[in-house]
């Protein structure tokens, strides 16, 4: 397994800034995702952070608005930009340490935008 | 898109029930994934599948993955109140199995 914090754990935000999160793993994995909580909902994968090259989006989220940064096989951030009300939410990362699709999260930021 | 049915979405039972939930798709999978998400923290792994048919028991619980490979059930037996919190059931979508996409999730209440 591996051991994933997050920064912050809460933050609530006036409309229009931006905020970064930060994941830090305790053990070096090649895949980490970012997803997406909205109240009362499930999961959703807004993109995979890629060592060393641009994230990879899924469908519905963009680079303009979630940047991505992974410098390195331990540590990402996910950018909310230029926030709006919908997208408070809890954002959460993950790794997938054995690539085998079993996924160890992190605690989540909850995101509070007003 | 590949998705996941979860049903119920949400069950209130009594301290000492058995619960069984389920997940279904119009796709086939090749893993089945039970997470358990408590209030305020991340999802939390609890079971993994993955072999059609495959019956896996991790205490209490235990979890099957449908001959099919398009649905997967988990069951508690002897409730009790930390096994409050909303459970999903995932599978890695298409053939990249790091990512996942979830169900919506079943809320379970224990009443004490």
């Known amino acids: 397994s591996a051991v994933i914090s997050q920064k912050p754990s809460r933050d609530i935000c006036q409309r229009g800034t931006s905020l970064t999160i930060q994941c830090q793993v305790d053990?070096?994995?090649?895949?980490m995702f970012w997803y997406r909580q909205q109240p009362g909902q499930s999961l959703t994968l807004i993109a995979t952070a890629n060592q060393g090259s641009e994230a990879t989006y899924e469908s519905g989220f963009v680079i303009d608005k979630f940047p991505i940064s992974r410098p390195n096989l331990t540590f990402s951030t996910l950018t909310v930009s230029n926030m709006s009300p919908e997208d408070s939410s809890i954002y959460l990362c993950?790794?997938?340490?054995?690539?085998?699709?079993?996924?160890?999260f992190g605690p989540g930021t909850r995101l509070t935008v007003l | 898109g590949q998705q996941l049915n979860q049903s119920p979405q949400s069950m209130f039972i009594q301290e000492g029930e058995d619960v069984s939930m389920n997940c279904t798709s119009s796709?086939?999978?090749?893993?089945w994934l039970w997470y358990k998400q408590d209030p305020g923290e991340g999802p939390v792994l609890l079971i993994a599948l993955y072999k059609a048919g495959e019956l896996t028991s991790n205490g209490r619980l235990t979890a099957q993955f449908g001959i099919t490979r398009k649905d997967s059930f988990l069951n508690i037996s002897a409730s009790i109140p930390s096994d409050v919190g909303i459970y999903f059931c995932?599978?890695?979508?298409?053939?990249?199995?790091?990512?996942?996409?979830f169900g919506d999730g079943t809320t379970l209440t224990v009443k004490p």
């Open positions: 993950s790794v997938d340490s054995m690539g085998v699709g079993e996924q160890f």
């Open positions: 995932a599978g890695p979508l298409n053939t990249n199995a790091g990512k996942s996409t």
């Open positions: 796709s086939i999978f090749n893993t």
């Open positions: 053990s070096q994995v090649t895949m």
